[in-house]
């Protein structure tokens, strides 16, 4: 059964930092392109990040020079650093594997004040 687990996400004040993580079973993250969405209150989920098989990563505009994919193939976990965050940053943050688009994570909640 494959499942993803994001988790990391709180309550920071607007220029702080945030690491969120995203663990995975049942499928070896390094073997497809994993990306970071987000979903804004009111607004459609939205791709911030994103980091193929062979490590190359792509953004966003809004989180260029800020955030930052990793992945852990030892762990099978994909990271997103986040600095420098804006309160335009805020909301629920999932993790996805281009392989399986159909499954999705809880997500982990993301507040950024201002």
């Known amino acids: 059964q494959v499942q993803l687990v994001e988790s990391g996400g709180g309550l920071v004040q607007a220029g702080g930092s945030l690491r969120l993580s995203c663990a995975a079973s049942?499928?070896?993250?390094?073997?497809?392109?994993v990306g970071w969405h987000r979903q804004a209150p009111g607004k459609q989920r939205e791709l911030v990040a994103r980091?193929?098989?062979?490590?190359?990563?792509d953004y966003a505009d809004s989180v260029k020079g800020r955030f930052t994919i990793s992945r852990d193939s030892a762990r099978n976990t994909v990271y997103l650093q986040m600095n420098s965050l804006k309160p335009d940053d805020t909301g629920v943050y999932y993790c996805?594997?281009?392989?399986?688009?159909?499954?999705w994570g809880q997500g982990t909640q993301v507040t950024v004040s201002s």
């Open positions: 049942g499928i070896m993250l390094r073997w497809n392109p």
């Open positions: 980091i193929t098989s062979g490590g190359s990563t």
């Open positions: 996805n594997n281009e392989a399986m688009p159909h499954i």
